[in-house]
């Protein structure tokens, strides 16, 4: 199911990319969900301001980071590549968040099996992205979408 609904963003994010520019797409999308989330705290009355100095810093960062620059190089990249180029180069998120995770967080440990999984995924998704042609005139948009998923895999961290 989940790869179902990623390929329908991916095609969404493909037929508004043809009529709106990408920025306003994704900023308008991003309002969208921000108003339903508002509707929803207001009509549960859910207690959602930020508590502490950390709270305020963590709802920046993440805002900033995790939403506000992986969308805009997901659109702007995604207006240079078809959306299953997107989809793949995407899929590097789960790749790139455990080396990040290990350089940032000094409790975190990586193992040599850890080492050939990641590997093997990262040779995977080349694998497929070359067979499909993602690099061919496409280096801007695959270069944007990947800064996507560095953004995005560096939030958790």
Do not use: H
């Amino acid at each position: 199911m989940e790869g179902r609904i990623t390929r329908t963003a991916f095609t969404a994010i493909e037929t508004g990319l043809e009529t709106l520019p990408p920025l306003r797409f994704a900023a308008g999308r991003l309002d969208v969900a921000a108003f339903i989330f508002a509707g929803v705290v207001l009509l549960r009355r859910i207690q959602w301001l930020p508590r502490t100095k950390a709270d305020v810093a963590l709802i920046l960062s993440n805002g900033l980071l995790v939403i506000g620059a992986q969308f805009a190089f997901a659109f702007l990249g995604q207006s240079y590549v078809t959306s299953g180029v997107a989809a793949i180069v995407i899929s590097f998120t789960p790749i790139i968040t455990p080396i990040i995770a290990i350089r940032i967080l000094p409790t975190e440990r990586i193992y040599i099996t850890d080492v050939i999984d990641l590997c093997t995924g990262l040779a995977g998704v080349i694998a497929i992205a070359i067979a499909g042609g993602s690099f061919d005139g496409q280096l801007l948009g695959v270069g944007l979408l990947l800064a996507a998923a560095v953004v995005f895999a560096s939030g958790p961290c």
